[in-house]
T-cell receptor, first 113, second 113 residues
Framework: AQTVTQSQPEMSVQEAETVTLSCTYD???????LFWYKQPPSRQMILVIR??????QNATENRFSVNFQKAAKSFSLKISDSQLGDAAMYFC??????????FGKGITLSVRP | DGGITQSPKYLFRKEGQNVTLSCEQN?????MYWYRQDPGQGLRLIYY???????QKGDIAEGYSVSREKKESFPLTVTSAQKNPTAFYLC????FGSGYEQYFGPGTRLTVT
């Protein structure tokens, strides 16, 4: 079975600085997809970024980028120029051939003004 | 506007009563999902459906039941057999197939006393 591990329960970053959120996963599949979802205080889940395992190029969405290391099974999220609105819970998630999403336990990010 | 609606936002029930949570989508998605979120646990899959009149158990299906009579609707019933029903419940939908983004509803907070 696939597992997703987010070992840091909380992180804090100064506004305008850069922060990296860690995620590791375990799978025997060769073709899969990885996601980062954001859950702000409203609790509405929002997709931040998506990575296809067969693509070597790291995904980027504006201030959000990933460092995807397939051999190490690592998928970290980098947030540049952090803003107050980035404060939220962030979940790393995996999906493979069965289309089911497996989530990590999440990390709470706070942004200091 | 296309999206997913869940109602009600807050729900209170007495122990021993069954309760049904509503989930409706107008995104024309074939696949729909129910997740449970507890503090420090991430999201765990309860049931999912990839086509009308068919659904599969997720990782924590015991004490829950679902139906999928219409493409747009995927109600979840929390039965009296669920030992710890108090939680935040999230519904999601997606295009059928691996790697597609799941779109989430706003969630229902169920409290059973």
């Amino acid at each position: 079975a696939q597992t997703v591990t987010q070992s840091q329960p909380e992180m804090s970053v100064q506004e305008a600085e850069t922060v990296t959120l860690s995620c590791t996963y375990d799978t025997s599949e060769s073709d899969y997809y990885l996601f980062w979802y954001k859950q702000p205080p409203s609790r509405q889940m929002i997709l931040v970024i998506r990575q296809e395992a067969y693509k070597q190029q790291n995904a980027t969405e504006n201030r959000f980028s990933v460092n995807f290391q397939k051999a190490a099974k690592s998928f970290s999220l980098k947030i540049s120029d952090s803003q107050l609105g980035d404060a939220a819970m962030y979940f790393c998630a995996y999906t493979g051939a069965n289309s089911k999403l497996t989530f990590g336990k999440g990390i709470t990010l706070s942004v200091r003004p | 506007d296309g999206g997913i609606t869940q109602s009600p936002k807050y729900l209170f029930r007495k122990e021993g009563q069954n309760v049904t949570l509503s989930c409706e989508q107008n995104l024309n998605h074939d696949a729909m999902y129910w997740y449970r979120q507890d503090p420090g646990q991430g999201l765990r899959l309860i049931y999912y459906s990839q086509i009308v009149n068919d659904f599969q158990k997720g990782d924590i299906a015991e004490g829950y039941s679902v139906s999928r009579e219409k493409k747009e609707s995927f109600p979840l019933t929390v039965t009296s057999a669920q030992k710890n029903p108090t939680a935040f419940y999230l519904c999601a939908s997606s295009i059928f197939g691996s790697g597609y983004e799941q779109y989430f509803g706003p969630g229902t907070r169920l409290t059973v006393t």
